[in-house]
């Protein structure tokens, strides 16, 4: 079973901490630590990936506020 860190942020300065030289795996969590998304990006894609889902209104994700990555 795939290890994911513990929760951080899900904001800007979080995202830039996430490296971009491999695919991740990420789980976005609201306040209550319930699930709202699973996702898989691309290598060289992580942060803009995560970006998207933090601002672009269609990919927006309503409610996350906590990210953990595998």
């Given amino acids: ?6 929760a ?9 901490n996430i490296p971009e030289n491999k695919p991740i ?3 976005l969590l609201n306040n209550l630590n319930k699930e709202l998304y699973t996702g898989i990006a691309k290598r060289n894609r992580p942060q803009d990936r995560l970006l998207e889902h933090l601002n672009i209104k269609k990919e927006k994700i309503t409610g ?4 953990k990555i595998a």
Avoid at 64 to 67: C, H, L, S
């Fill in 1 to 6: 079973m795939t290890k994911f860190t513990n």
């Fill in 25 to 27: 795996v990420y789980r």
């Fill in 64 to 67: 996350a506020t906590k990210i």
């Fill in 8 to 16: 951080k942020k899900f904001n800007k300065s979080s995202i830039k």
